[in-house]
């Protein structure tokens, strides 16, 4: 392979890895948005199933197990938001903000209490089609939970646009209303979606930990979870494009840690602040443009 294709092949490889946990949480916060729920709490969720992965890796010696520790995490997480805001009417908002800082705060102190240790999941090499020139490592050399989103990006979209329980959702985040008028158990749908999500996006903060670094360390989801807010409004609260948002800030990421490392000279501020520069952008560009659940953000109290 010639140098600029292992180049090549290199910034793929590592978008791809950068990529998957945005992937992971998107569907999930694609999901609750199109309830109506705008979840600040993604954050959250990857950063304490992050952490609780490799906490219970380490308890188990199952780098899987701390993965599957890292779902129901982030659904506790996702359960909590649900409860707080579309049980108790709490602002959601508020909620979300409130669950970041206090995961973080708790993953901060946590990670100094004692050694968690390195834990990772298989890698996975799928023969003959590794040896494809510039894709074949990049795609089919990845540890195993990547090749999840095969099924999942899929069956989040039958989820939303083809079964009965998708069309009550996207009801509820629509015109909450005229759902309730029809039988539709709006609040109970919204916490149903951040459920989603919060597995979803615990999957995301898991695969982090234990599939792409091997480890935690403190605030390791370093705003990732907002630009999964972001890549929902950059592709207009439509899965594919949502996905295609998250790829795009994942080689973003990519660039930045290859590059130098390719010898190539880039000014460092600009790399590190690239994925939030696009996210910004995206926000500024596809926020009005675009149309939004009716009801995103809104909270529904029945009136009778």
């Known amino acids: 392979m010639s140098g600029l294709a292992a180049d090549l092949a290199t910034i793929l490889s590592s978008g791809i890895r950068l990529t998957a946990p945005l992937a992971f949480a998107a ?14 709490s993604v954050e ?10 490799i906490a219970v890796a380490g308890l ?37 903000l409130v669950l970041n800082a206090l995961v973080l705060g708790l993953t901060s102190y946590l990670v100094t209490v004692g050694e968690l240790g390195r834990h990772q999941v298989a890698q996975v090499s799928v023969p003959v089609l590794r040896d494809l020139p510039v894709l074949g490592a990049p795609l089919f050399v990845e540890r195993w939970p990547v090749y999840l989103l095969l099924a999942l990006v899929p ?3 039958w989820l939303v646009e083809r079964s009965r329980w998708g069309l009550e959702l996207r009801a509820a985040g629509e015109n909450p209303e005229a759902a ?31 599939g792409e670094v091997g480890s935690f360390n403190q605030n390791m989801t370093a705003g990732r979870g907002y630009l999964v807010m972001a890549a929902v409004i950059f592709g207009g609260w439509r899965l594919g ?47 009005t443009r675009e149309r ?10 029945r009136t009778s």
């Open 180 to 210: 309730d008028m029809t039988g539709i158990r709006v609040n109970l749908r919204r916490r149903q979606a951040l459920l989603w999500c919060g597995a979803l996006a615990g999957l995301g903060g898991a695969y982090l930990a234990v």
């Open 27 to 40: 569907c999930g916060e694609y999901l609750a948005e199109r309830a109506g729920t705008l979840n600040v």
């Open 241 to 287: 494009r949502t996905l295609a948002g998250c790829a795009v800030f994942g080689l973003a990421d990519a660039l930045r840690l290859a590059l130098p490392a390719l010898g190539y000279t880039v000014n460092s501020q600009l790399l590190v602040s690239a994925p939030y520069l696009l996210a910004l952008l995206a926000m500024l560009l596809f926020t």
């Open 44 to 53: 959250a969720m990857m950063l304490g199933a992050a952490f609780g992965s």
């Open 155 to 157: 069956l989040t979209w």
């Open 292 to 301: 939004r659940p009716g009801a995103l953000g809104q909270p529904f109290r």
């Open 60 to 96: 188990t010696g199952s780098a899987t197990a701390g993965l599957l520790a890292g779902v129901l995490l982030g659904a506790l997480v996702g359960l909590v938001h649900g409860a707080l805001s579309h049980r108790w009417h709490v602002n959601t908002f508020v909620v979300g």
